[in-house]
Each structure stands twice: as C-alpha cells, then as structure tokens.
C-alpha cells in the first residue's frame, strides 16, 4: 500500500519506517527543511535505538522516502497518517490542534481519490469528527473517511513497540476505511496481534485514559515510597508485593521522581480539560498531576537535605538529565525541576547524560556539562542519580567515592543497594527504602 506520513518527528518517523519494513511504499513528509535534509543525508532528528538502521535499510530499498512537498507526498496514497504534534496550549493546558487543523486542510486540497485519513496525534475527544468536517468544507468534492489510531510507543523501545504491539485501537465505523487499516497492518495481524476495532471517540479516549492510568500507578508507588520512609518499610518489597498480583502488574511501579516526557504531562492535563469541558470530572486524574508536579520538587530538597548543612557552594554531580534512558527527550523531565532547585539553593551543578547533553543545554544552560559520570564527579559533594540509564548501574562506586570531595550518593532511582553504596564509602540515600 501507498501510506503518507504527515510529520516527521518521533511517531511520524519511527511508525513510517516500521510500515516500510513490512512492505509498504511511505513517504514522510515534514515542512521543516532542515530535517528532511538531515534525514535524507541519514542524520536522525531523535535518539531512538535502531531507527537509523531502521531508516538507512527502508531507504537503500525504495520503500521509505522524505520530503517537504505535501501535496506530492499526498498523491496517489491510500492512507494519509496525521502524525503532528499536539503539544499543550499554553495558558490553559488544551491540547493544540492547530496543527492536525492545518494537516487536514492541506491533506484535502493534494488528495487526488478516495482517501483514508488517519490521526495518529495524540488528539482530545472529537478531533476526529473536526477533521472531518475541515476535510468536507475544503474540498465538498473529496471521498474522505477520518480514523483514530493512537500511538502506544514507548520512548526508547519504540521500534519493538510497533512491530510487536499489545494492542492496535482503529476508530471508525467506516467499511472501506476498515478495510484500508487491516491491510495497512496485516502483517500485524498475521502474527495475531489483537486490533480492537471501536468508534473514533473511543479510540481517542483510549489513549488518554491509558496514560492517564499509567501516570496514576507510577505516582501511586512514589506516594508510598514517602509512606515507606516515615514508617521504616521497603517501597521495592512493597511493590513486588502488590505487582505480583496478576490484577495489578509489576510494571510502572518503580519509585522515583516523577513522570516526565511527551505524553503523560500534557495527556493528563488534555484529559483533565476534556473532561472539564464536558462537565465529567476525573478527581483522581488531578490528584496525579499535583502530586507528580510537586514530587519533583521534592526530590530536589532530597538532594539538599543530603548535602547536611549549607548547601550554598557546593557541587552536586547530577547523572542523567533526560526523562528516562535510551531517550535524548528532555520535555518535562524531573531533571529540569531538581536541577533548578538546587541553583537556587546556591549549588553548581556538573552533570553528565549519555545522550541528552545537547538537548538539556537549551533548557539548563548554566550548568558543567561533562564527558563520563567520573568526570562529573570530580570534587563533588553529591552524586544524584536522576535517569536510570545502564551506564549508571554499574558505576565503579570506589571509583567514583575516591574522587569526590564528599562521597554521598542520592539514588533516586533505588538501582543500588545500600550495603554495596556503604562499603565503597558513600553515605547512602535512595527513594522509599
């Protein structure tokens, strides 16, 4: 099948070169010229791992091209994905549709047949009906069916999360477009991967509620982590002990310093305004997010209260800077909340990221960028562990403590045992235990 890409950012990207691994003729296309020169030259705009493999393969065969011409991407397709972002409005916190508004418009201006349009942006309740109603004004002519297929990839393992998903929602009561999607994902289908067909508001309403739950469980685990500290428990024992329940799960149930990235922190809130718009409030969903925006905070006086004593002066050597490994996303991390308490305290920050130092610069300029853990270490007081990349669990902890001017180490992601921390020196603090 012909299969156009609209946006060529982290969805638009990894999902077009999964579909051309399975055989289909993608072209992505991005008004961004720079980034379809980089991808053309096989520079990729993200980190994600195996993408450029990905995309160098799909290229070298035909079946994956890019370019900057819509209406040209457009022509002849049999399946246009809307894969724009959909960031939070500011001032409100609604999603901003302006640019699926603008995709749809343009989609239906360069469509030369009957055409299946598919939102793959993470869109509120009824984008789709919207969409559908641009597509029908601009062109009164055009045979267009709108469907919602929501992404459910994973930063990092993203590539594995397409070709062998949990589920794949398509929402549409339309026969034809039926048709189009399951051709669209049969080699999905052959290998019995379940495909949930629901009307399009249910299939947009999924993947927030998804998120939703998600940031639910990962910040009920970090409130009784702050419960497992004041009463002398262990949150790991404490979340394997209910994550082995099969009606619960073992996954997101990790203490730390809160969720982070492109979708939790603006899904929650786009669903918190959803549902305030049609007068249905989601209290619990609320409650996630205040706790999780003040948690990250917290975590940053962890650090301090570490330091024991004045803070002012001191180095903290912070170890990760993106939301989670395997990543160069910076968007809403914990690192950005954490590191700016403790310039604010009067602490000079060194940090080191193995991927997202070049992003972090533009949004913590002031702080030491440096080359290895060792090298951030250098004459520290503190070492806070933020992102749980691999590098960082296995770090020479002796290492580490002898070139340090005070060896302390706060783990905020609980990957070192205290027993091992203490007998290479450190003075000891992780999160619930």
């Not at 002398?232 to 994550?243: F, H, L, P």
């Not at 972090?360 to 030491?368: G, L, Q, S």
Request: with cysteine; aromatic share 6%.
């Amino acid at each position: 099948m012909r299969i156009t890409m609209i946006g060529s950012g982290y969805v638009g990207l990894v999902s077009g070169a999964c579909f051309a691994d399975f055989g289909h003729s993608v072209t992505c296309v991005d008004k961004a010229a720079d980034k379809i020169e980089s991808l053309l030259a096989g520079r990729m705009p993200i980190y994600e791992p195996g993408l450029e493999q990905l995309v160098a393969s799909n290229v070298a065969a035909g079946r994956l091209a890019f370019t900057t011409d819509l209406a040209a991407g457009v022509a002849g397709a049999d399946a246009v994905f809307i894969a724009v972002g959909t960031p939070s409005r500011r001032g409100d916190g609604h999603a901003d549709l302006s640019y699926v508004y603008a995709a749809a418009e343009e989609i239906a201006r360069a469509a030369t047949g009957p055409l299946v349009v598919v939102n793959k942006s993470t869109v509120p309740v009824g984008t789709g009906d919207r969409v559908e109603q641009i597509l029908r004004d601009t062109r009164p002519d055009g045979d267009f069916a709108v469907v919602s297929n929501p992404e459910f990839l994973r930063e990092g393992a993203a590539i594995g999360d397409f070709k062998r998903p949990d589920r794949i929602v398509i929402g549409t009561d339309n026969e034809r477009a039926k048709a189009v999607m399951r051709e669209v994902y049969r080699p999905l289908f052959l290998g019995e991967s379940p495909i949930l067909f629901t009307g399009r508001r249910t299939a947009e309403l999924t993947k927030y509620a998804a998120n939703a739950f998600l940031a639910t469980k990962i910040t009920f685990i970090n409130e009784m982590a702050d419960l497992c500290e004041a009463v002398g428990a262990n949150v790991q024992d404490v979340a394997r002990g209910i994550g082995l329940d099969n009606r619960i799960g073992r996954k997101f149930l990790h203490a730390g310093p809160g969720y982070g990235g492109s979708c939790f922190p603006k899904d929650t809130l786009a669903l918190l305004k959803t549902a305030e718009d049609f007068e249905s409030p989601v209290r619990i969903v609320e409650a996630v997010v205040q706790v999780n925006d003040a948690r990250k905070r917290a975590m940053g006086r962890k650090v301090l209260t570490a330091l024991d004593g004045e803070p002012r002066g001191k180095t903290v050597a912070v170890l990760g800077l993106t939301f989670k490994p395997n990543t160069d996303d910076m968007r809403d991390a914990p690192s950005i909340a954490i590191v700016q308490s403790l310039i604010d305290a009067g602490v000079n920050v060194r940090a080191y990221d193995p991927e997202g130092a070049e992003t972090a610069k533009a949004v913590m300029p002031d702080i030491t960028y440096c080359r290895d853990a060792y090298d951030a270490a250098q004459g520290a007081d503190a070492v806070a562990i933020v992102t749980e990349w691999d590098v960082f669990r296995a770090l020479d902890l002796k290492r580490l403590a002898g070139v340090m001017a005070t060896p302390v180490l706060v783990d905020l992601r609980n990957i070192y045992d205290r027993g091992e921390a203490e007998r290479a020196g450190f003075a000891y603090t992780a999160v619930g235990r």
